[in-house]
């Protein structure tokens, strides 16, 4: 795979996405959960979707339950939550691992491009955030506390390139 851009995935409604439709497009990807201490995030995830996606701007979530447990729900259950709590509308994927041998290739991708502190390949909690160019390169990488408002100006600066 040499981009983004070359995945697959399965929405939380249980249906094959293929990357390529969001070609063109910025990207934040991050690994999410609904019984977080970094939960509350979602709010902010929608808002800088709301904010840049006429500017070709798209968030995708994926649950994720590699972290004590925080995403038991089914995607039924998991969708109806973010959009009851936080009002997500950004397109959200059904539940993956981001580690070990069972991690969804998109995940084991981005962690290849954009290791961890100390150059570790592993993600180390909830709301690991990547942000891919629109040319499909994975431009960086962010912690699980920095605040979805913080990349904003990394949004706004990929726009300009």
Known sequence: ?????D???TDIGGQPVDFAQYRGKVLLIVNTASACMFTPQYKGLEQVYR???DKGVVVLGFPCNQFREQERGTEA??????????GVTFPMFAKIDVNGAG???????LKSEKPGLLGTGLIKWNF?????????????RYS????PRAIAN???KLLLA
């Open 1 to 5: 795979m040499t981009s983004v851009f």
């Open 7 to 9: 995945f697959n995935a």
């Open 51 to 53: 904010q840049f996606r």
């Open 77 to 86: 259950e998991i969708g109806a939550f973010c959009e009851r709590n936080f």
């Open 103 to 109: 991690a969804h290739p998109l995940f084991k991708y």
């Open 128 to 140: 690991t955030k990547f942000l891919v160019a629109n040319d499909g390169r994975v431009v960086k």
């Open 144 to 147: 699980p506390t920095t605040s």
């Open 154 to 156: 990394d949004i706004e």
